[in-house]
C-alpha cells in the first residue's frame, strides 16, 4: 500500500507540479486572494503589503514584504556554496566515500540517507538541510559506482527528511524563544511572563516520543516507496551533477598565479581567526543557540583548512554558486507573501478561529494543523511563530493546555507540511540536480503517513 501510495503520488507530481519559481508565483496571487476574501484591507492595501513599505497612505519605516528576507537569503546562499565547498575537499570527499559504500542495498541506501539528513537536522535545521542533500548526492554516485540500482529521487527525498524532525531538535525557533522571561514578555506583550523551560518542550515525553517514532517511521516509509519495477528506477549520471568539473574544466597547474594563492598558511591563518570567534561565541550563547551564521563561519573555516589554500577554496565556492539562482529569486517572493499574510490580519483570524471551536482535548491537534496549513504560505519557523505563538500561547492559558504541550504543537505543525513546501528544498534541489516535482510525491506520502504518529502523541501525551 505505501508503495502504490508514494507511486501515485509521484506520477501526480510528475504531472502537476511545476517548478518551484512557478509555484512561488501562484501562492502569491492565492495569498492575495485568501487576504482579500478573509481580511480587512482593500486590494490596493494588500499590493502595498506585498511590496513592503506601503500600509495604505503611510510609509512603513521598515521592509515588511519583498524585501524583508534579503539577511536570509544571503545565508542561505552562503550554506549552500560553503556546505558544498567543505564536502568538495578531498579529505571529506573520502569520508563522505566511505560512508556512502556502507549500505549494502538499495533500501539500506535510502534509509541511511534519512538517518543522517534527520541526526544532522536535530542538531541544527541548516546543517540537516546541507548535509541532506549532499549524503543523498554522495550515496547515489558510490551506489552507481558499485552496480546497485538505487531510485536517485527517493533518495532525493530522504535528504530532506531533517526538515521533518527540526523544529523539534536543538534549534527548534519556538521552543527556545519561550525560555527566556524577557522574550516571552515580549512576544505576548505584558510583563513577569514565566518563561517555558525546555524540559516541557524539546526534552519532555511529548517530544522525544514524536522524535523517536519519527526516527523509525520516515525511513522504513521511505524504504517501503522503493520502485519493484526497474524500469521506474532514475538513477544518478555523476556528470551532469552540479559542480562537477569536466577535465576541459580543470584548472591549468602551468597557469601563472601569485605566491600567496596557494599559500597554506593565509587560509589557515582565516580559519583560525573564524574558529576563534566561534569557540568564544559558543561559550556564550551555548550550542542550543547556534545559528546560521555560526554555521555558516564554521563551515568556512573548515572549507578553507581541507582545501588548504585561498585558490582552491575559491575554485569550489565558484563550482557551487550557480546553485543559488532558486535562492535568490523565489526568497523575495516567499518574503512578500509573508507580509501580506501577517499585516492583513489573516493568521490572527485563523487562530482566533481555532481557538473559539476547540476545548482542552482538542486544542493541540488542531493547533498542529493550522499552523501547517500557515507553513505553506509562510515557511518559516521564527517568522511564523512571531505571528502565531502570541495566539497559540493566549488560547492554551485559556484552555488549560500545557503551555509547553502548545508550543510543540505548533512546532509539529510548522515541520510537518514542509515536506509539501519546496521553498525549504531550494538548496537539496541546487546540490541534487533533481527538481521539485521529482521528490515531492515521495514526501508527500511520507507527510500523509506520519500524521498519525503526531496527532497520536499529542492526544495521548
Known sequence: MIRALG??????AGRVVPDPFAIAILLTFVSLGLAWAFGDRSPLDLVGLWGGRLDG?????????LWRL???????????VT???????????????????LPRSAAQAVALTALVAM???????????????????????AARGRGLRVHYPLLGAAGYAGLMVWHGGL?????????????????LGRPDVAPIPLQDTLTSPLNLCVTALLLIVVPLVLTRMLPRDGREIIEVDPRSLPGVRSAADAPDPRAERHVLDDAWWLAAGLAGLAIAYLVLYLRRIGLGRIDLNAVNLAFLALGLLLHRSPAAYLRAITDATTGCAGIILQFPLYAGIMGVFVHSGLIDRLATSIATVADGATFAPLTMLSAG??????????????????????????LGVPLGKAVMAFAYGDEWTNMLQPFWALPLLAITGLRARDLIGYTAAVMLLALPVYLGCLWAC
Do not use: Y
Not at 534579503?70 to 549552500?80: G, R
Not at 575537499?89 to 556512502?100: D, F
Not at 534549534?171 to 512576544?187: F, I, Y
Not at 496549513?373 to 485559556?398: C, H, K
Open 119 to 141: 541526526l544532522a537536522a536535530l542538531v541544527n535545521w541548516g546543517l540537516g538541510l546541507i548535509v541532506g542533500a549532499l549524503a543523498a548526492r554522495s550515496v547515489a554516485v
Open 57 to 65: 497612505d503611510a510609509l512603513l519605516p521598515s521592509e515588511v514584504g
Open 7 to 12: 507511486r501515485a503520488l509521484s506520477r501526480a
Open 83 to 101: 556546505g558544498h565547498a567543505l564536502a568538495s575537499s578531498p579529505p571529506m570527499e573520502r569520508l563522505i566515500a566511505r560512508l556512502a559504500a
Open 373 to 398: 496549513a500557515v507553513n505553506l504560505f509562510v515557511p518559516s519557523g521564527g517568522g511564523q511563530w512571531a505571528i502565531q505563538g502570541p495566539l497559540v500561547v493566549q488560547s492554551a492559558e485559556r
Open 70 to 80: 534579503l539577511t536570509f537569503a544571503m545565508q542561505m546562499c552562503l550554506i549552500l
Open 171 to 187: 534549534s527548534g525557533s519556538a521552543p527556545l524563544t519561550v525560555t527566556q522571561s524577557k522574550d516571552l514578555a515580549s512576544l
